[in-house]
């Protein structure tokens, strides 16, 4: 499981996203500089140990009304030519030294492990402490048995949100149907209840208003 360091990031991480989140086709602009704040996210372990998982949540305050963005972000210790078009930065870690940002969207390491916790495969891990699942995260299959992640790609990177084109395969390594995951990037309240009564596969997670109350919603759908 992942271990969690008290030390320091250069730039801090609400820092880069301040200066990424405008360039975003799903960012809706309120026409000033972002004011971040921190409300909420989990983690995924890296069956390798070699790659940090982060489910991100952050509230901008810059406008009338505040908007809640969801960022997936992986950290490396070396670049990916995987994920190069996902980079956001490289940053100094107090422990770790230079670190490769990304979002987590173009990485196939947070890909597949997108999959594995959709089918039940994997637990979300605390955001804020070591090896300590978070029961608050919950998700929805979308297939019986088990499925392996072994190809992915952004499909559309739009207004709506990120979709993924995630190739599976299943315990026996037989090559399945494309899976097309959504993953949310503006939060809505409470949209996981009608998730839930739809009977599609989905993740969601809880975060919170400014005025500190605990909501739940849909992070990332699949089909």
Request: charged letters at 20%; proline letters at 6%; a negative charge.
């Amino acid at each position: 499981m992942a271990i969690l360091y008290e030390t320091t990031l250069v730039p801090s991480k609400l820092e880069l996203l301040t200066s990424w989140l405008p360039a975003q086709p799903w960012y809706l602009g309120s026409g000033h500089e972002p004011e971040l704040t921190r409300v909420g996210g989990f983690r995924l372990d890296d069956p390798e140990g070699e790659v940090g998982i982060q489910f991100m949540v952050v509230t901008d305050g810059s406008g009338e009304r505040a908007t809640t963005y969801q960022v997936p972000l992986t950290y490396r210790a070396s670049a990916c030519a995987d994920a190069d078009d996902g980079l956001i930065c490289t940053a100094e870690h107090g422990v770790l030294g230079r670190r490769w940002i990304y979002d987590g969207t173009c990485d196939p390491v947070f890909a597949a492990q997108l999959v594995a916790l959709i089918q039940g495969g994997t637990e979300a891990q605390s955001e804020s402490v070591s090896n300590t699942p978070d029961p608050t995260v919950i998700s929805q299959s979308v297939a019986s048995g088990h499925l392996t992640a072994i190809e992915s790609a952004v499909a559309v990177n739009g207004p709506h949100g990120t979709d993924l084109r995630i190739t599976t395969a299943d315990a026996n390594g037989t090559r399945r149907h494309d899976l097309i995951v959504q993953v949310k990037r503006v939060l809505q309240p409470g949209d996981s209840d009608a998730a839930g009564r739809g009977g599609g596969a989905y993740v969601a997670a809880p975060w919170r208003l400014p005025d500190s109350t605990q909501v739940r919603s849909i992070f990332a759908t699949a089909q």
